[in-house]
């Protein structure tokens, strides 16, 4: 964050403090859309994947109940909207909350989304930062839409505009925040920012970091007492 704030600080010398790599240099960059399209795949499937797996379980434990075992794939799917913010209504009972694991298990795959298509593309500017962003949530978007239209006729009822847009949201948000964790793509934000705002987000950071130090300081001379 000392980097991030302190244009100066990046001169003083490499530091190891587990900071993401920049991409090898002799390393080909993969092509936007299918570096977007793989880690986005690859999201989906390890988040919708286990909650329709649970679903297909309780359909098999629960064999007299008469359902298709798609429907219960529908549901899986419902169930993966509904971790999106979206409203989901099984058997006539409303569900419009989903547990925050869920929610964070979906938030934290897109973020491993964007992050990992920032290296495989060999980006490692705010613009072409930009475009991993928009090519990742785009896919994701797809995504949502295909799963809101295969949930219709199910006995799992998801809004599909709603649910098309919440998928959008934190496919947007999530892939964001992936590609952010690249110092230098932060670097390059900040540098657009006004001089006054940057000057009060440094100000403020600076006050933190003293008092962090005080703190510390504190802690350190009651534990030798």
């Known amino acids: 964050m000392t980097d991030l704030l302190e244009p100066g600080a990046a001169a003083s010398g490499p530091r190891t403090t587990g900071e993401i790599p920049k991409p090898d240099p002799e390393r080909r960059p993969v092509p936007l859309w299918l570096a977007a399209v793989s880690t986005t795949g690859w999201a989906v499937l390890t988040g919708m994947g286990p909650l329709v797996a649970v679903i297909l379980l309780v359909w098999v434990a629960d064999s007299s109940n008469g359902s298709r075992a798609v429907d219960a794939f529908r549901v899986g799917i419902g ?3 509904l971790a999106h913010g979206a409203t989901l209504q099984v058997g006539g009972v409303l569900v419009g909350l989903a547990p925050l694991l869920v929610t964070g298990m979906a938030g934290w795959q897109v973020v491993r989304a964007g992050a990992n298509a920032r290296p495989a593309v060999g980006a490692n500017g705010l613009a072409m930062g930009a475009q991993v962003v928009a090519a990742v949530a785009s896919c994701y978007t797809v ?33 964001a925040i992936g590609v952010l964790r690249v110092p230098d793509i932060r670097r390059d934000l900040l540098r657009r ?18 008092g962090a130090r005080r703190r510390s300081g504190r802690r350190g001379r009651r534990g030798w007492c």
Request: aromatic fraction near 4%; avoid cysteine; charged fraction near 10%.
């Open 143 to 175: 995504v949502g839409a295909v799963a809101a239209v295969a949930v219709l006729g199910s006995p799992a009822q998801v809004p599909v505009l709603p649910a098309v847009s919440a998928v959008a949201a934190l496919g947007l948000l999530g892939s």
């Open 193 to 210: 920012f006004p001089a006054p705002m940057l000057s009060v987000v440094r100000g403020r950071h600076r006050r933190r970091g003293r």
């Open 79 to 81: 169930v993966w909207l």
